[in-house]
């Protein structure tokens, strides 16, 4: 989480089109340059920098693959688990990032993410998964998998992180439409529940009604005993958008 900076993001890419003979639709080259800093003192905080490619098969495939190298300025000591943190210093480490996604004019589809290599003064394999179907025109199930891994070798520490997620989408008609999801995450022993139910009579126009609840999946980890369900809000919103 970032706060109280101001950022500087380029890029340089040339694309072109392959041809009939060739199974791309397209591709490009890119450079890329993102740099955070800090208001209260003007010093970088985070930054990014490196080459990648990106192409769309004739078929609708999609992918990227992107080689950074980073710079971390790390002025307080944060956590990833009670036994996982990363120490305040200053790191420069190369990464990799990688995406596919298959053809969203299938019913069903997929989105695999994955980015790994250096990580502070560790290494990192961090992997998604999100599969998509399109049961009907009106109904939408999705899902999510993602697996963090991070290893400290040099002060003897890991982390394993899972997320999953389930979605179902529906849509009454092109003004009434409902979602819903449950989402598990081990990094805090939680399930997170969410509903909402969204109607749009007409443009700039909504009304929302949203339901979020936690649960907690481990109860003793703490001092005093954290109760079973963490939190719970029932939210009603309206908007309107008045014309000039």
């Given at each position: 989480?970032?706060?109280?900076?101001?950022?500087?993001?380029?890029?340089?890419?040339?694309?072109?089109?392959?041809?009939?003979?060739?199974?791309?639709?397209?591709?490009?080259?890119?450079?890329?340059?993102?740099?955070?800093?800090?208001?209260?003192?003007?010093?970088?905080?985070?930054?990014?920098?490196?080459?990648?490619?990106?192409?769309?098969?004739?078929?609708?495939?999609?992918?990227?693959?992107?080689?950074?190298?980073?710079?971390?300025?790390?002025?307080?000591?944060?956590?990833?688990?009670?036994?996982?943190?990363?120490?305040?210093?200053?790191?420069?480490?190369?990464?990799?990032?990688?995406?596919?996604?298959?053809?969203?004019?299938?019913?069903?589809?997929?989105?695999?993410?994955?980015?790994?290599?250096?990580?502070?003064?560790?290494?990192?394999?961090?992997?998604?998964?999100?599969?998509?179907?399109?049961?009907?025109?009106?109904?939408?199930?999705?899902?999510?998998?993602?697996?963090?891994?991070?290893?400290?070798?040099?002060r003897d520490q890991s982390y394993l992180g899972h997320i999953g997620r389930v979605k179902i989408l529906y849509m009454f008609s092109t003004k009434l439409t409902a979602s819903a999801f449950i989402q598990y995450n081990s990094g805090i022993d939680a399930i997170i529940s969410n509903f909402r139910f969204r109607y749009n009579p007409r443009e700039g126009n909504d009304f929302?009604?949203?339901?979020?609840?936690?649960?907690?999946?481990?109860?003793?980890?703490?001092?005093?005993?954290?109760?079973?369900?963490?939190?719970?809000?029932?939210?009603?919103?309206?908007?309107?958008?008045?014309?000039?």
């Amino acid at each position: 989480m970032r706060e109280d900076y101001y950022m500087y993001r380029g890029h340089l890419q040339y694309g072109w089109l392959p041809g009939e003979e060739s199974k791309l639709y397209s591709h490009r080259i890119q450079f890329s340059a993102m740099n955070f800093y800090r208001v209260e003192d003007g010093r970088l905080e985070s930054a990014r920098i490196g080459p990648g490619w990106n192409f769309q098969t004739k078929g609708m495939m999609q992918g990227s693959i992107s080689l950074g190298y980073n710079i971390e300025d790390v002025f307080e000591e944060f956590d990833f688990s009670d036994d996982t943190n990363v120490p305040v210093g200053k790191y420069y480490f190369w990464s990799l990032r990688g995406f596919f996604m298959t053809p969203m004019t299938f019913p069903l589809y997929s989105v695999i993410e994955l980015d790994a290599g250096q990580f502070y003064d560790g290494n990192r394999v961090s992997v998604s998964l999100i599969p998509v179907w399109n049961i009907s025109s009106s109904f939408e199930l999705s899902g999510m998998y993602q697996m963090n891994r991070l290893k400290f070798t040099n002060r003897d520490q890991s982390y394993l992180g899972h997320i999953g997620r389930v979605k179902i989408l529906y849509m009454f008609s092109t003004k009434l439409t409902a979602s819903a999801f449950i989402q598990y995450n081990s990094g805090i022993d939680a399930i997170i529940s969410n509903f909402r139910f969204r109607y749009n009579p007409r443009e700039g126009n909504d009304f929302y009604l949203v339901y979020n609840e936690g649960t907690n999946t481990v109860l003793d980890n703490e001092i005093p005993v954290k109760p079973r369900t963490s939190d719970r809000t029932i939210l009603l919103k309206y908007t309107y958008t008045f014309n000039l």
